[in-house]
């Protein structure tokens, strides 16, 4: 797979002084849905910036759709949509008038297109009933999707979304999953920045992890998560013969609580199937059984510590 | 999902099947990629002011300046009206103190353009201009709405551009209400007829019109070298309001320094130093010396401040 965003030793100070990204090498693989994770203050947006061309990096390089930024925005950027730190909006105009003033932006948007493509995205947000009300007089949410929809106006080869749920009713996040996934199936990349851990894992391939400016790990979600391997739990009152017959089975590092017996399952050529068969066949009272993924939860604290506070 | 999906343009073909809600597998199974690459449009640019201006004229503070341009007409006619009984008697001889061409709008209305023209340019006008020019990026900044006009990819120089064309429109239609208020309100308080030129010819009635359209383009031209101040105190400054009370008061403060003797080396190069010339456009024949150097002055102004304007924005971190 070829990468969409390619950094190397991105660095970003502030004129404050302010050490907001350090040494970043951060490689989006094409057609991933990449979860950018990372505490208050870790230096996601501020990423998110150099990217898009806002702000000059200090040092360092960053590539997206193979053009370097900030000197290639006019040429990749029509080809990126973008939803940086929240919403900005004209609160005189109207929803629609909104979308048309960013469309009219875009130097290769068809006007006469844009009607038709401003409901399409209005439409793709649920934002339709409201088309016609003045953006002041939104709600947050709506606020969100509005610019969600800006980032929708065109079929896009990237999608970055910084905090794309933030202000959403329950509902309105699980829409946003499913737009994420279904822009993903057409072959948009995804980048998103969040903190809602389970998020990232419903719908990303990729994450990485930030802390203080700096990376602390990437790849894919199944490998940050427990390095990849899941715990086998078996529930059981008899756990003595389950936990024996485990072993027989091939299954290490039992270790039995309550009547819950865990252990790291054998190598992936086993079936799974075979050893409730074997348990079965003990005379093992199964109750449940399964796979447990570690969460990425467990992962990330781990990395970024417990007390999650900002940096300073 | 919307049957509109299929709109995408010139050819980008957005393979889009009805998915939805359904957790597809990621590229391989897509039969194009979303988004590829889009010709530029050569129209462009102009689309991008069009849309510009547009947004200008929706804001309620733009509306609220031209009403109050609108209003000194009414208000200089309504006075003048009072002043003279209502009888629109020929008492209006020379001699009276005040603006120019007060005194000859009792005998012909066309007179009030000139006055509320020469009324309104030393600060009505430009001040409304720098409210504009001063929020044009400064106020985009602070709302956060720059940055997506940014992304979406709008183009430092050409929004620069766009807008600078932009407050230059404002410039011209802002004069063009105070001139046609006053042409409205003229002909309806006094009478029309033919003009007595500052050298004392007459000329007709339709010249007279023709001559006040001429004074006003050139009006609104001299307000492009302080549009161009403006703009480029809103590169600087991270608010709307911080950017219009910082241009406002740069007019201000130019304006009292042209009004100091002891400043005379400096004053032919502050930009409201030959505002004033447009009367002579109302010389039989047209002087055109002083319009000249002031046309080459305001131009002189833009360059400058166009020149320092782009160079701050288009080297500019945008952090909001
Ligand atoms: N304009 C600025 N000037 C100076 N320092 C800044 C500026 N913007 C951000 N910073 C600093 O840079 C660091 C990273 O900020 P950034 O906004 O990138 O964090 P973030 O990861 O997006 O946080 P959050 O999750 O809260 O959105 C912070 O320490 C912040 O104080
Ligand atoms: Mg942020």
Redesign the pocket.
Known sequence: MTAVIETHGLTKR???G?L??DRLDLTVPAGSVFGFL??????????IRMLMGLIEPTAGSVTVLGGTMPKAVSSVLPQVGALI?GPALYGFLNGRDNLARFDAADPTADPRTRRARVAAALDRVGLTPAANKKAKAYSLGMKQRLGLAAALLQPRRLLVL??PTNGLDPQGMREIRSLVRELAADGTTVFL?S?LLDEIEQVCTHAAV?AQ?RLLTSGSVADLAAGGRGRLTVITPDTGDAARLLKESGVTELTIAEDRVTGDPPDDTTELSDITAALVRGGVRVRGFGVERASLEDAFVALTGEGFD??? | MSQAEHTGTEGAVTAHTETTGKAGPPAAASTAVAGEPRARRPQWTLGLFHSELLTTLRRWRTLALLGVLAAVPILIGIAVRIETGGGGGPDGGHGGEGPAFITQITNNGLFLVFAALAATLPVFLPMAVGVVAGDAIAGEANAGTLRYLLVAPAGRTRLLLAKYATVLAFCLLATLVVAVSALIVGALLFPLGEVTTISGTTISFTEGLLRAALIAVVVAASLAGFAAVGLFVSTLASSGIAAMATTVGLLITVQILGTIPQLDAIHPYLFPHHWMSFSDLMREPLYWDEVRQNLGLQALYAAVFGSAAWARFTTKDI?A
């Not at chain 1, 990372?38 to 990423?47: D, F, L, Y």
């Open positions: 502030y004129r404050g302010q907001a990204v990372g505490p208050n203050g870790s230096g996601k947006t501020t990423t730190e910084d905090e920045s903190h930030m400016g900002v940096a300073g | 952090n």
